[in-house]
């Protein structure tokens, strides 16, 4: 009878239990369902410290123990809370340390406990002060007076703030209390609760809606908040406030623009917050309030697709959840594809054209560096990063190769019926994971109905399981940059002045193709040029400085060296230090000058981004075993 039951749970799991190499919960014997965080934030130690008291469901009625993914927490006692409110201690063990996933915290259970009950455990612990997820910011880092911490979960760093089952496929509400200093405020990836009895300081948070551990968010610092919408609004810095309301006037829009793309919002507000410099990301899909990169601040709204981007997670992602690191295209590929359908919509098919053809020559080289690196089997969209830190699965591949996918679909599909596809798939998983798998089931099932386009098995297979571009990819249309590309080659020439180059009627996706598309064989002279009439450096636009400096590196420019250090000391922002650090690592000079720069970037990097430009200017050595090359 017992056996029968636990067999039912597991099929009501399905979905959910698939196993997730990069977890060490065993959510077929307990699930975590609900988190109630205590936690104070000790700026001087650099650690959160307090209780997370989890409230977990039994599944399999034989299990005797709970098993939680951690990292580097300090464990000081486990409780397990009676209904009578009484707590009695219980036994645990912190396994050994896995360098890549942390320890598993296994906490057993006396004879006590009635089978499938919900038990409430409370662990009293405190971060490492190296904790992963966390990055502590010092004010000169911020753009005020005073200190910034935040949290990064994504991938697999929630298990090094919270002791928790940290697997994308396993989903838990959650509150919190939050102690800071009395001066700073605190937000989170859930609802404000308004507390007029709050002490200085006190901040309570509840959300409703069930999250995978990796969305659970916290960023601490001295914010203020627009609105700028009946459900939208912008946290910054004060002093930023007033530019990041100006970027960000569209965000309204964005949400309707959402919902009639994908199905209604369902996490009731949609905020920013604008992060300091040195966050690690462009942006970072916390749900209900994205964080979000200020580099993207350009003052002409101009890159504003990233915010587009971390909203349309509010669906791909967020609402149907990859349930492993290995199907992470599901989350990032329909982010990119939904990304630039919304674009289209806001900003005009030139907007979004552009934006793609940037994307796909982004992912042409990704695919040639990982081929060339032996790594060809990470141009699949299915992963297999079993072993590996996930986030080195985490490239152009999963967003640009994904979103190419489903313009494939689309185009075969017809728009209107490819949308309606969409807007299914949202609802019928919303709160729940997916895996390729499921979602290649799902589609095959849509081509069986009746008026379904006619797309093979083999089709589909080639880009999934396959490497690179499928030979059914959709052409990026070449028009959008054919008269940039036309003065590129004439300015290259000499046919045209750098005095004269039409700039003036460029927006900066133009300036970053004029860029990207100079060799590197290029003469100095005129790089010198291009620099002193166009104030080309570490400042301004983000993404033409990144095209620049990549062009400085390719080039061997080493006039604008000091502002490639300049802007690498100045952000931490993934995509933007790893580019470069890639760019530098391809030669042995690069590699020196590379090495030289991240000395001293390094204490201003969030640990992901370590890890990131270590991989690429101190690589691994080959294990002896591996044998001469052939
Ligand atoms: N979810 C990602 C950021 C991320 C990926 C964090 C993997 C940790 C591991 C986010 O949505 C993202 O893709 N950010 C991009 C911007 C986007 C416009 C491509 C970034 O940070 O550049
Ligand atoms: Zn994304």
Redesign the pocket.
């Known amino acids: 009878m017992k056996r029968i039951t636990a067999i039912l749970a597991l099929s009501v799991l399905s979905a959910s239990a698939v196993a997730d190499p990069h977890s060490f919960a065993k959510p077929e014997k307990f699930l975590v369902r609900h988190v109630d965080l205590d936690l104070r934030a000790d700026f001087a130690a650099r650690r959160l410290e307090g209780t997370a008291e989890l409230t977990v469901e039994q599944v399999d009625p034989e299990a005797k123990e709970l098993v939680l993914d951690t990292s580097g927490l300090e464990i000081r006692t486990v409780h397990l809370i009676e209904m009578s409110g009484h707590a009695r201690v219980l036994a645990f063990r912190l396994g050994d340390l896995d360098p890549i996933l942390g320890s598993p915290l296994t906490i057993e259970f006396p004879h006590c406990c009635a089978a499938t009950a919900e038990m409430r455990i409370r662990i009293d612990y405190r971060t490492s002060s190296e904790a992963a997820a966390l990055q502590w910011l010092e004010p000169a880092q911020t753009s005020g007076p005073h200190p910034f911490m935040y949290t990064?979960g994504?991938?697999i760093l929630a298990r090094s703030w919270i002791p928790i089952q940290d697997s994308p496929g396993i989903r838990m509400t959650y509150s919190a209390r939050i102690r800071t200093p009395p001066e700073l405020v605190a937000v989170m990836s859930a609802a404000r609760v308004e507390d007029s009895a709050a002490a200085p300081g006190e901040h309570r948070f509840e959300m409703k809606q069930p999250i995978p551990a990796y969305l659970i968010a916290l960023a601490i610092g001295d914010l203020a908040f627009q609105p700028l919408g009946d459900r939208v609004g912008v946290w910054a810095e004060p002093s930023r406030l007033a530019a990041a309301a100006y970027e960000l006037a569209d965000l309204q829009r964005m949400l309707e623009t959402g919902e009639r793309m994908a199905g209604p919002y369902r996490w009731d507000r949609y905020d920013v917050l604008i992060m300091p410099r040195a966050f690690?990301?462009?942006?970072?899909?916390n749900p209900r309030i994205s964080f979000v990169?200020p580099s993207i601040i350009a003052g002409d709204r101009s890159l504003v697709?990233?915010v587009?981007?971390?909203l349309a997670?509010s669906w791909s992602?967020n609402l149907v959840t990859n349930a492993t690191w290995d199907d992470?295209w599901l989350?990032?590929g329909f982010?990119?594809y939904l990304?630039r359908r919304m674009v289209e919509t806001l900003y005009g098919k030139r907007r979004a054209e552009m934006e793609d053809s940037i994307a796909y020559e982004g992912l042409v080289q990704t695919i040639a560096d990982l081929k060339a690196a032996g790594l060809e089997n990470d141009t699949d969209l299915k992963l297999n990063l079993a072993g590996r830190d996930?986030?080195e699965g985490?490239s152009d591949v999963a967003?640009d190769k994904g979103a190419r996918f489903l313009r494939f679909l689309e185009s075969r599909f017809g728009r209107p019926a490819f949308d309606a596809f969409l807007r299914d798939y949202f609802d019928a998983h919303a709160f729940r994971s997916m895996t390729t798998e499921a979602f290649r089931a799902e589609l095959l099932a849509r081509l069986e109905k009746p008026g379904a386009p006619r797309i093979a098995v083999e089709e589909i297979d080639a880009w999934i399981y396959g490497p690179g571009l499928p030979p059914t990819m959709i052409a990026v249309p070449k028009g959008v940059f054919e008269s940039v590309d036309r003065v590129a080659a004439d300015w290259r020439a000499g046919k045209i002045a750098t005095a004269d180059l039409p700039v003036k009627d460029w927006v900066p996706q133009e300036w970053v193709r004029f860029l990207d598309q100079q060799p590197a064989h290029i003469a100095h002279a005129k790089l010198g040029e291009l620099r002193t009439a166009f104030q080309l450096g570490a400042d301004g636009n983000a993404e033409i400085a990144l095209s620049w400096l990549q062009l400085v590196i390719r080039a061997g420019y080493e006039p604008a060296f000091p502002d490639l250090e300049k802007f690498l000391l100045a952000t931490g922002?993934?995509?933007?230090v790893e580019t470069l650090f890639r760019d530098l690592a391809r030669t042995e000079a690069g590699i020196a000058l590379g090495r030289q720069i991240y000395a001293k970037a390094k204490p201003g990097y969030h640990a992901?981004i370590r890890g990131a430009v270590e991989r690429l200017i101190y690589p691994p050595t080959p294990a002896p075993e591996a044998g001469p090359a052939v």
């Open positions: 990064q994504q991938a690690a990301y462009g942006g970072m899909e990169s697709s990233t587009v981007h971390e997670h992602g992470f989350n990032e982010t990119s990304e996930p986030n985490t967003y922002r993934w995509r933007l992901s």
